[in-house]
Structures are given as C-alpha cells and as structure tokens.
C-alpha cells in the first residue's frame, strides 16, 4: 500500500472487520480510503494507494454505490469520475442501516407474513405458526421503531441516544403509570402477573 501508517493500519483493519459485516475485503478497503481522505479520489488513484488491480477497483465501487455508500463528484475540465464518502457519519449510519434493512429484514419479514396465510396442518405446524407470529410481531415491533427514528432530525436523534440509561428510568416511570402488560400468556396469567405472584410468597 502506498499510504501514511494511521491511513493503512484503519485501511486494512477496515478491510478484515469488512469481511465479518457481509463486504469482501476490497471493499471494505476502498470504502476506508474514501472515508480518511479528506478530497475525492478517482479510480486510478484507489489503485495506486491500495494496489489492486483497475478491475477489482472499479467492481468495488460499484458495489459501493449499490449500497449508496460513496458520492460521484465531477471536476471541471476533467473527464474521470471521482469519489467521495459522505461528510456527516449519521448520512452513513442511516444509509448503511436502511440499506441493511432493505436487503435482509424486509425480505424476511415478508416471508414471515406469507407463512402466516398457511393453514397448519396439524399440532406441530399449529406450534410452528405461533413461534412465526411472535417473531413477526418481534420484528414488525422493531422496524416500527426504526421507522420512527428515522423520522427524527439527526439533531434529536443524537440527543436520544445520548440519554443512555435514563431511557430505562423513562420506561420505568411510565410503566408504573400505565403498566405494560405482555402479549405472552401462561395458563390464564401474563408473566407479569406470575412474577407479582413470585414476590409475595
């Protein structure tokens, strides 16, 4: 690699952890060069700085823009496309996450609700189908929630996750107004009500 030591030690560690997030090692380097160069970059620079070859480059990049991960930018009077990260790290986390999303959860999710238009067949489907709907429900919970904070400016966003654990006493303070009571039920008795039960013997 031709490039200063804190520059290739975030560029190769970017590239190994890339292979355990789903991206193949080229990628995720091209992706940390992009992101520690403060100007644009054209493909035969990303070659010369990283040694790879045109091909593998140029493939790399455009996986990168399949993921809407890095900006095309044109200069005046020069024909090469150049590219570029986006400058604020949450357009990154969102884009990362809503793609993310895109390609893994809502295809599940999908086939989770089109099992659920299966008729069972006998006990172990009856069984099977339930577990389906929880973990539709788990994820259709989830999703609503992501949904909701992509709603927020990043502003209020930061400021949530800020908040930590007094997120937690929030929760707790309005559970004691209005309780929050589990869809699981036990033999007539939510767990709530099974745990009360538990503490007063």
Not at 25 to 52: C, K, M, S, W
Not at 91 to 117: A, F, G, N, Y
Not at 121 to 146: F, M, N, P, S, V
């Amino acid at each position: 690699m031709n490039l200063p030591p804190l520059q290739e030690e975030f560029v190769l560690h970017f590239g190994e952890m890339g292979s355990r997030w789903g991206i193949n090692r080229t990628v995720g380097q091209i992706y940390a060069l992009l992101f520690v160069t403060e100007r644009p970059l054209n493909a035969e620079e990303i070659t010369d700085h990283l040694g790879f070859s045109r091909s593998n480059v140029s493939m790399g990049l455009k996986e990168l823009q399949a993921w809407k991960l890095v900006r095309l930018k044109h200069f005046p009077g020069d024909r090469r496309e150049y590219f570029t990260t986006p400058g604020d790290l949450w357009d990154i986390v969102r884009t990362l996450v809503e793609e993310r999303k895109r390609r893994e959860i809502d295809p599940t999710l999908s086939k989770l609700r089109e099992l659920q238009m299966t008729s069972p067949t006998g006990e172990e489907d009856a069984y099977a189908r339930q577990r389906i709907e929880e973990l539709t429900q788990l994820i259709e919970l989830l999703t609503g929630w992501y949904d909701d904070m992509t709603r927020l400016e990043t502003e209020r966003l930061v400021q949530l996750l800020s908040l930590g654990a007094k997120v937690q006493e929030i929760v707790g303070k309005a559970g004691n107004i209005l309780p929050l009571s589990r869809r699981r039920k036990r033999g007539g008795a939510t767990a709530d009500e099974e745990d009360d039960a538990g503490d007063e013997i």
